[in-house]
């Protein structure tokens, strides 16, 4: 009997209840979600398209690489998408009258202590952008940093990859560039030094040095300007050095440098001015024996 009374009680809780009015309350706020949806999409799409226009007169004022450009757009899109999404949820939450203090201060709390797990991975990708952006290097560069040189292969936003001259391939992260030597911007330079003997005359073998330079320039792009004879460099022990400098295309100088030793061990062998090697002497020591 009591519980045929509960029941009723029930019954007649649910008949006073306002269906009416709850059915209003839930379509008006599926009508504001789908409303803050369509905000969404739209201003996701307003700002993507922005950031490629952007990215497109970036490209072309700046005369930055395609894979440069489509990283650092790339990069941009996700952080704009992000935000977006943090923003539609935080929203909804608000429509759907749950607190969203507690969940933002817990989602600071959880940030925190991933960021502090992740200092590293952050500080890779922060450089990383600023490399990209400030274009300090690019894919076939030749650089040197830390103790790592060659060309680069890739430039990421965590590591940036350099192939070495004995094909080793290092990967970097882009927190332990703490500075780079980029060898590829501009003209570089070609030095050889090279000695002759203290007996041959200095001034001669300067002006063959210097004729042979000349030959030389008229029949190779790669330098722009020289090759030039400074003079004595240095007085060895053995020989007086003379330097020769030249300015080249980048990544040209090692094949200039060895064209012009080439050229003037044949010019001084035709001038007959030496080139001065290390020399062994054996001295053989005879025993003589003497008979009583």
């Given at each position: 009997?009591?519980?045929?009374?509960?029941?009723?009680?029930?019954?007649?809780r649910l008949a006073e209840f306002e269906w009416g009015a709850l059915m209003i309350k839930v379509g008006l706020g599926a009508l504001k979600i789908?409303?803050?949806?369509i905000v969404f999409l739209i201003v996701r799409a307003l700002g993507n398209r922005i950031i490629e226009k952007a990215f497109t007169k970036y490209?072309?004022?700046?005369?930055?690489?395609?894979?440069?450009?489509?990283?650092?757009?790339?990069?941009?899109?996700?952080?704009?998408?992000?935000?977006?999404?943090?923003?539609?949820?935080?929203?909804?939450?608000?429509?759907?009258?749950?607190?969203?203090?507690?969940?933002?201060?817990g989602a600071g709390i959880v940030g925190l202590a991933v960021g502090f797990g992740a200092q590293g991975l952050v500080s890779d990708v922060v450089?990383?952008?600023?490399?990209?952006?400030?274009?300090?290097?690019?894919?076939?560069?030749?650089?040197?940093?830390?103790?790592?040189?060659?060309?680069?292969?890739?430039?990421?936003?965590?590591?940036?990859?350099?192939?070495?001259?004995?094909?080793?391939?290092?990967?970097?992260?882009?927190?332990?560039?703490?500075?780079?030597?980029?060898?590829?911007?501009?003209?570089?330079?070609?030095?050889?030094?090279?000695?002759?003997?203290?007996?041959?005359?200095?001034?001669?073998?300067?002006?063959?040095?210097?004729?042979?330079?000349?030959?030389?320039?008229?029949?190779?792009?790669?330098?722009?300007?020289?090759?030039?004879?400074?003079?004595?460099?240095?007085?060895?022990?053995?020989?007086?050095?003379?330097?020769?400098?030249?300015?080249?295309?980048?990544?040209?100088?090692?094949?200039?440098?060895?064209?012009?030793?080439?050229?003037?061990?044949?010019?001084?062998?035709?001038?007959?001015?030496?080139?001065?090697?290390?020399?062994?002497?054996?001295?053989?020591?005879?025993?003589?024996?003497?008979?009583?």
């Amino acid at each position: 009997m009591q519980f045929l009374l509960g029941f009723n009680a029930i019954g007649e809780r649910l008949a006073e209840f306002e269906w009416g009015a709850l059915m209003i309350k839930v379509g008006l706020g599926a009508l504001k979600i789908l409303a803050i949806y369509i905000v969404f999409l739209i201003v996701r799409a307003l700002g993507n398209r922005i950031i490629e226009k952007a990215f497109t007169k970036y490209e072309q004022k700046e005369n930055v690489s395609v894979g440069r450009a489509q990283t650092l757009q790339h990069l941009t899109k996700n952080i704009l998408g992000y935000i977006l999404i943090f923003v539609f949820v935080v929203t909804v939450l608000q429509i759907l009258t749950i607190d969203v203090t507690a969940i933002i201060a817990g989602a600071g709390i959880v940030g925190l202590a991933v960021g502090f797990g992740a200092q590293g991975l952050v500080s890779d990708v922060v450089t990383g952008f600023f490399i990209l952006l400030e274009k300090q290097i690019d894919v076939g560069d030749y650089v040197t940093t830390g103790s790592f040189s060659g060309i680069v292969e890739q430039v990421g936003l965590r590591t940036t990859q350099i192939r070495g001259f004995d094909g080793t391939l290092h990967y970097v992260p882009n927190r332990e560039i703490t500075s780079i030597s980029n060898h590829t911007r501009g003209n570089m330079q070609a030095i050889v030094d090279i000695g002759i003997s203290y007996n041959d005359n200095i001034d001669q073998a300067i002006t063959v040095l210097q004729e042979t330079c000349d030959q030389i320039a008229s029949g190779d792009d790669n330098i722009v300007e020289g090759p030039n004879v400074l003079g004595v460099q240095t007085l060895g022990s053995s020989d007086v050095v003379l330097r020769v400098i030249a300015k080249t295309k980048n990544m040209e100088q090692w094949g200039v440098e060895r064209k012009l030793r080439k050229a003037f061990k044949e010019a001084f062998d035709a001038n007959g001015i030496e080139i001065p090697y290390p020399h062994q002497v054996n001295v053989e020591m005879k025993e003589h024996s003497t008979s009583n």
